[in-house]
């Protein structure tokens, strides 16, 4: 296999589009992509949607994107994996250029949720849980991730308070992302006084919905090499399921997945969790960032809500995490997510993230999640020179 490179990346602002259709959106982050990329188009093009099919009925993703920005006659697919739909769909782009089978990708992201009412949403998120065993009985994302926290919560003693500081530094952060859909700073009292809506998960422990699209180029390294400018190498990529159902796991408080993931790309990578220098982690809920920055190695069982309470996670501290406001302050437009985390990596390894840049970043890594843990991709990033 060859090593791969990223040499281009592009994204719109996430928020309320009502005057972008699907294809505005993907097309205007992916020709964003390419012209940062300085190349005139790419061989194969991956398109990474969760549910376009009954949110905009456009289910045909991969022709309807590339026809759209002027790349017709060239190989294009769409890409599910349900919330981490983005992640996956870069891998699928760096295995395509890792192989030799294409010598430039393009991994793309799209998600427009706004246009569905609440209830319909939701309903359709919920076709990422079990069918059969959750969807079932109308349980909703939130619903289902309040069950966990509530046990978390009982388990290791943690109050809701204690969570408040994820919520906090993925919001300060959002400021200084132009692309973020909520740029404004959060405080302690607005995090408690924040409405209920399934408890314990309040507003401000859910990411919020949202429109949007990123766009990656990916191109061999040798190739990224010849650019005079930093080189981002892929250096580690995993991908595993779990059961789909939460009663079903081995332990509905750890995400195995999670762990074996992120133990595939740290050994391709030939490192550890103490090298990582910032974690784009999948904040959807506070919960589900605690899980998962235990899964991956940065906190031991039971006290993950141990680093924001001590604020190990803001961008001056031990694992910098939602350095560009995460899915809590950037927004989750959920097929979308995934690509948005890896272009965020990439800004942060270039050094160009502004007020919360990671200072002497080398390694980034992202982990993109979708259900309710049953499907984890992790991918490490690592600035060359
Ligand atoms: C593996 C996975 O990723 S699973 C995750 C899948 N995603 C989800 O489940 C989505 C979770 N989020 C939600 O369900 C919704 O966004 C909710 C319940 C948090 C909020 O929904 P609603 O109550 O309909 O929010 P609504 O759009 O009416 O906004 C109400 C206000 O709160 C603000 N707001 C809404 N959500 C958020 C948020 N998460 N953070 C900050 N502010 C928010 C809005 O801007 C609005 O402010 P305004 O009144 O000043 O205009």
Sequence with gaps: MREVAVIGIGQTKIDEHWDSSLRVLAGDAALAAIHDAGVSGVEAVFVGNMMSG??????HLGAYIADWIGLRYTEAVRVEAACSSG???????????????????????????????GAEITAELATAADADWEGEIGISFVALNALVMQRYMYEYQWKHDDFANFSINAHANAVHNPNA????????????KSPMICEPISVMDASPMGDGAAALVI???????????????????????????????????????????????????????????FFEVHDAFTIMATL????????????GVRLALENEITPTGRIPIATMG????????????????????????????????????????????GGSGSNIITHILQRES
């Design 54 to 59: 009954s949110a905009n009925h456009q289910q």
């Design 292 to 303: 998962s920055l235990e899964a991956c190695g940065f906190a031991e069982r039971g006290q």
């Design 326 to 369: 995460g899915l809590k302050g950037r927004g989750h437009p959920v097929g979308a997510t995934g690509m948005y985390q890896l272009a965020e990596t990439v800004i942060q390894l270039r050094g160009e993230a502004g007020p919360t840049q990671i200072e002497n970043a080398r390694f980034g890594m992202t982990q993109n999640i």
């Design 87 to 117: 992640a996956a769909t870069f891998r699928s782009a760096i295995m395509a250029v890792a192989s030799g089978e294409v010598d430039s990708a393009l991994a793309i992201g799209v998600e427009k949720m706004t246009d569905s009412p």
């Design 219 to 277: 191109v061999p390294a040798e190739m990224a090499r010849r650019i005079n400018r930093p080189v981002i190498r892929v250096a580690g990529s995993g991908a595993a399921t779990d059961a789909l159902a939460v009663h079903d796991r081995r332990d509905p408080l750890w995400l195995s997945a999670a762990e074996k993931s992120a133990k595939q790309a740290y050994q391709q990578a030939g490192i550890g969790p103490e090298q990582i220098n």
């Design 181 to 192: 859909r909520f740029r404004k700073a959060i405080s302690f009292s607005t995090y408690q």
